[in-house]
């Protein structure tokens, strides 16, 4: 089974601190990517990486960046929290060169004090 | 820009009814639409549908896909409790390799 993980379930941070959520998947996938999960608004790419040292803007990826030192390990950095940034933060993986469905981790509910 | 809607937002049904989930479409390059199930976890993969008018199934789960009116549904019969999920709707466009998701339904099947 395809097993990504995400470091914490809940993170409570406050206003200007540096966050890193950590994202690592099992499965030797490529392509690996951040959401946000906000009500009403569904998921929104931060950033993606379409390999080891690659990295892509999503659609959101103001106040954000992300690190892909290692093939399993996709990392996404809060360089100083904002209330704004309080959201369920997705990772999800995927094979690459495909277009096969994405596999997603359990998220991690952020809360910005 | 790429958009993706679902409807209704929410649903509230009970257990045994049948539930139909509405997913429409704007995708440049479109390639595929993708289902997934989120209980309070990791959304699931469900479904994905790149050909028109072919149902896929999955139980009391089927999918189709309407190429002609830009949209796919998601039916599920004889409701349980279990099914009680958000459910996302994710257009994959084939020059990005992107997913475009959809606001997600959210289905509550009562007892």
């Known amino acids: 089974d395809v097993k990504v993980t995400q470091s914490s379930r809940y993170l409570v941070k406050r206003t200007g601190e540096k966050v890193f959520l950590e994202c690592v998947q099992d499965?030797?996938?490529?392509?690996m990517f951040w959401y946000r999960q906000d009500p009403g608004l569904g998921l929104r790419l931060i950033y993606f990486s379409y390999d080891v040292k690659m990295k892509e803007k999503g659609d959101i990826p103001e106040g954000y960046s992300v690190s892909r030192e290692k093939k399993e390990r996709f990392s996404l950095i809060l360089e100083s929290a904002s209330t704004n940034q309080t959201s369920m933060y997705l990772c999800?993986?995927?094979?690459?060169?495909?277009?096969?469905?994405?596999?997603f981790g359990p998220g991690t509910r952020l809360t910005v004090l | 820009e790429d958009k993706v809607v679902q409807s209704p937002l929410s649903l509230v049904v009970h257990e045994g009814d049948t539930v139909t989930l509405n997913c429409s479409y704007e995708?440049?390059?479109?390639?595929?639409l993708l289902w997934y199930k989120q209980e309070k976890k990791a959304p699931t993969f469900l479904f994905m549908l790149t050909s028109s008018g072919i149902e896929k199934k999955s139980g009391r789960l089927s999918s189709i896909l309407d190429k002609k009116e830009l949209s796919s549904i998601l039916n599920i019969t004889a409701t349980q409790t279990g099914d009680s999920a958000i459910y996302l709707c994710?257009?994959?466009?084939?020059?990005?390799?992107?997913?475009?998701f959809g606001q997600g339904t959210t289905l509550q099947v009562k007892p």
């Open positions: 994710a257009g994959g466009s084939s020059n990005t390799g992107k997913l475009i």
């Open positions: 499965m030797d996938h490529e392509n």
């Open positions: 999800a993986s995927r094979r690459g060169g495909s277009h096969d469905e994405q596999f």
């Open positions: 995708v440049t390059n479109f390639r595929s």
